[in-house]
């Protein structure tokens, strides 16, 4: 008869991970006229937290506000899903405000993606209805990128380029924001 040390331990239980980073827009106050290119301008304003997916706690209180598409990253409160800023770089292209909230206990590092981390990337979005499978909408793809975890990676990134495809041309430019969980890129929610 065998008989295990730990025969009569109980299953160790793992506690979901709290998010640690969450989906924002920021509007500036007043709004910025639309430009057709990259065209960066600091700007007061007001940056509000999606609503996580079921289950996620919502993040409130100190976080840092980055876009690493413009490279701004600045401590902020969220109270009831709100902060306001007092001057944050924006893009002024069409339908540019996405922000990433980190959390405060979290060291942001600005970092250049991989080539394997773009082409995962793309494989990614390519999968994406609204991009209708063409991978050429990927074609002037923009990709920002943040490491959370201190190994100088890619852990997050926001996208800019074609974000809606048809009739054989791009129809709306954009954002996507992605996370990279255990090696695979993947939208985030």
């Known amino acids: 008869m065998l008989v295990s040390s730990v025969a009569g331990a109980a299953p160790a239980v793992v506690a979901p991970v709290a998010a640690t980073v969450w989906l924002g827009t920021f509007e500036p106050a007043p709004a910025v006229e639309v430009s057709p290119t990259h065209e960066v301008v600091a700007r007061a304003g007001v940056v509000t937290a999606l609503t996580p997916v079921a289950g996620s ?76 499978g063409v991978r050429r909408a990927l074609n002037d793809l923009e990709v920002g990128a943040i490491d959370v975890d201190g190994d100088h990676k890619a852990d997050y990134a926001i996208t800019y380029g074609c974000t809606v495809w048809g009739d054989g041309e791009c129809q709306v430019h954009g954002q996507f924001t992605l996370a990279k969980t255990h090696g695979v890129w993947h939208e985030m929610e």
Do not use: C, W
């Open 57 to 132: 706690p919502a993040p409130s209180g100190a976080i840092a506000v980055v876009q690493p598409l413009v490279g701004m990253n600045i401590a902020a409160t969220l109270e009831h899903g709100h902060a306001k800023l007092a001057l944050f770089a924006i893009d002024r292209r069409q339908y540019a405000n996405s922000v990433l909230l980190v959390a405060a206990t979290l060291d942001v590092r600005f970092v250049v993606p991989s080539a394997a981390d773009v082409k995962a990337i793309r494989a990614a979005l390519a999968k994406d209805d609204a991009l209708s």
